[in-house]
C-alpha cells in the first residue's frame, strides 16, 4: 500500500465531501493562489485513498492547478454497500465520470489521473466516454500502473489477502500483516508514529467486499491498451502521460514503458522512486505533472 510521507494539509488544501450523481465522495481539494491553469482529478490505488496524493497538493496548486484527490468507492472516508457490482472496475469507472461532471461546474481543462489500480479505472472512464462522446477531460495519465494483470509475485500476495478476507476481520488481517512485516527483517524506514496509526485506521475502515472484488480484477485483469490507443488514436485532444519510478513491484518498468510505446504516449520515470512516486518523490513528480499538463 501506497504511504504518504506526512499527513498535515497545506494552507492551500482542505477536506470536503463531493457530490455526485453517484452519491458523495471523500476528497481533498487545493486551490492556486493566483491564476487557474486547469483542474486535476487524482484516483488512488487498491488499498490506497487521497491522502496518497497528501504531498503533491502544495506543488501542484503552486503551478496553477486546482487539484482534488477522492477516496475511491469502498476506500477509507468514502465507504460504500456490500454488493460486489459496485466496485467493478466498470462501477468505479462510472463514478469517475461522475466526478468529473460535478468538477466540470469549476471551469478550465480538468486533468485525470489514476494510481495503480486507479489507472485501470480511469482507463475504463475514458474507454466509455468515448463511446458515448466528446471527452471531458484535457488529458490522461497512468502513473504505476500496467496494461493487464498484476506481477505474478504480487498477485500470489494478493491472492493471500483474497483468501483470508471471509474468513478473518480487517482489523485480524492487519495484525498478520504486521506480525510479516517484523519477521520478514525488511529494514526500510518506518513511518513516524501518525503516519502508522492513519494506515491501521485506514485499513480496517474499508469494506473488505470492495477488497475482494477490486483484489479480483488485479489477479485476472485483461489487457486493454490496444483498445485505449484506438480510442486516443480518434482524440488528439487526449494526450496521455505514463509516469512511473525507476522500480515497481505491481507491473515491472519495461512493461510500463511499452505499455506508452502502444499507446504512444508521453514517459516519464521519476528517479528514486518506487510504485508511489507520488509519496516517494512528490516534487519531482509534480513538476514533471505540471510540465505535461502545460
Not at 458523495?24 to 487524482?42: M, N, T
Not at 494506515?199 to 490496444?226: E, F, K, N
Amino acid at each position: 500500500m501506497s504511504t504518504p510521507p506526512f499527513l498535515t494539509l497545506p494552507r492551500c488544501a482542505r477536506a470536503l465531501r463531493l457530490e455526485t450523481a453517484r452519491g458523495d465522495f471523500a476528497a481533498l481539494r487545493a486551490e492556486p493562489d493566483g491564476p487557474l491553469r486547469g483542474s486535476a482529478l487524482l484516483v488512488p490505488g487498491f488499498t490506497g485513498s487521497k491522502e496518497d496524493f497528501v504531498a503533491l497538493l502544495e506543488p501542484l496548486a503552486a503551478a496553477g492547478y486546482r487539484v482534488t484527490a477522492v477516496d475511491q468507492r469502498g476506500q477509507y472516508e468514502t465507504g460504500g454497500p456490500d454488493d460486489p457490482a459496485a466496485y467493478a472496475v466498470e462501477a468505479l469507472g462510472a463514478d469517475v465520470r461522475a466526478l468529473t461532471e460535478a468538477l466540470a461546474a469549476d471551469g478550465g481543462p480538468l486533468h485525470l489521473l489514476g494510481h495503480s489500480f486507479g489507472g485501470q479505472v480511469v482507463r475504463e472512464a475514458v474507454l466509455a466516454a468515448g463511446a458515448e462522446g466528446p471527452l471531458p477531460w484535457r488529458s490522461l495519465t497512468l502513473m504505476s500502473t500496467g496494461p493487464g494483470a498484476i506481477d505474478p509475485a504480487e498477485a500470489a500476495r494478493t491472492k493471500l489477502l483474497l483468501d483470508a478476507l471471509p474468513v478473518l476481520s480487517l482489523e485480524e488481517i492487519w495484525q498478520v500483516m504486521q506480525q510479516m512485516d517484523e519477521g520478514s527483517g525488511d529494514r526500510r524506514q518506518r513511518p513516524s508514529a501518525d503516519v502508522a496509526e492513519f494506515l491501521h485506521r485506514r485499513w480496517v475502515a474499508g469494506v473488505p467486499r470492495a477488497l475482494t472484488v477490486t483484489g479480483g480484477h488485479l489477479i485476472a485483469a485483461r489487457d486493454r491498451v490496444d483498445e485505449l490507443a484506438a480510442a486516443v488514436a480518434g482524440l488528439p485532444g487526449l494526450p496521455v502521460l505514463v509516469l512511473s519510478g525507476v522500480r515497481d513491484y505491481a507491473w515491472p518498468v519495461p512493461e510500463q514503458t511499452r505499455m506508452a510505446e502502444r499507446l504512444g504516449a508521453r514517459r516519464v520515470v521519476v528517479e528514486d522512486a518506487g510504485h508511489s512516486p507520488n509519496a516517494e518523490q512528490p516534487a519531482a513528480t509534480a513538476e514533471a505533472l505540471a510540465a505535461f499538463w502545460a
